[in-house]
């Protein structure tokens, strides 16, 4: 059974989120060690849902699978999300994002910490303060979904298991914006 976030957890994530799944393994943002995954989770978000930062301590990569907003990094002009979206952002990142009105949104995060955390997600993912679109997105969702699943499990190989599944969740986000296209996926797998 799911319990609620702690104070310290809860302290992580975005307010105004109507619900959520969330595993969370380390709280501690380092910046020495290994790339770790330190948490992650799933949150479905109202129309009203808006987040502003200046600045997050953990190296963040975010992906939306559901629903339409609007996001924007430091004072720049906001760009829209949709499914398929994906960005970074975490320590000296400013961002403002939103659900467009009428719209709510799924969006999956997973956050990183330890030595080289930043570069591990743009190597394979997008820039910092960026988004980028994946046409191809039906197996990051999936891979997002399994690694919620084994961060929830409490066993001794949870860390483990969690940091390869991070490792591979970024593999497959580099997979996907390598092939754009295909054709070996059905677009109704992709919607």
């Known amino acids: 059974?799911?319990?609620?976030?702690?104070?310290?957890?809860?302290?992580?994530?975005?307010?105004?989120?109507?619900?959520?799944?969330?595993?969370?393994?380390?709280?501690?943002?380092?910046?020495?060690g290994p790339v770790r995954v330190a948490f992650g989770g799933r949150e479905r978000c109202g129309e009203n849902y808006l987040v502003q930062r200046s600045t997050y301590p953990f190296a963040t990569l975010e992906y939306v699978a559901e629903g339409e907003g609007r996001i924007g990094f430091h004072e720049g002009e906001s760009q829209p999300l949709r499914p398929g979206s994906l960005f970074a952002h975490g320590p000296g990142v400013a961002l403002r994002m939103e659900a467009a009105p009428g719209q709510t949104l799924l969006k999956y995060f997973v956050c990183l910490t330890g030595h080289g955390a930043r570069s591990a997600i743009e190597a394979r993912g997008p820039a910092f303060g960026t988004e980028v679109r994946l046409t191809r997105h039906a197996d990051v969702r999936?891979?997002?979904?399994?690694?919620?699943?084994?961060?929830?499990?409490?066993?001794?190989?949870?860390?483990?298991?969690?940091?390869?599944?991070?490792?591979l969740l970024l593999l497959k986000i580099s997979e996907s914006?390598?092939?754009?296209?295909?054709?070996?996926?059905?677009?109704a797998r992709e919607k």
């Open 177 to 187: 914006r390598r092939h754009r296209s295909s054709g070996r996926r059905s677009p």
């Open 142 to 167: 999936d891979m997002f979904d399994l690694l919620i699943r084994e961060g929830g499990e409490h066993t001794p190989f949870t860390r483990e298991i969690c940091d390869r599944l991070g490792e």
């Open 1 to 32: 059974m799911a319990r609620a976030p702690s104070r310290q957890e809860q302290a992580l994530l975005a307010p105004d989120v109507s619900s959520g799944t969330y595993f969370f393994l380390d709280l501690s943002p380092r910046s020495r």
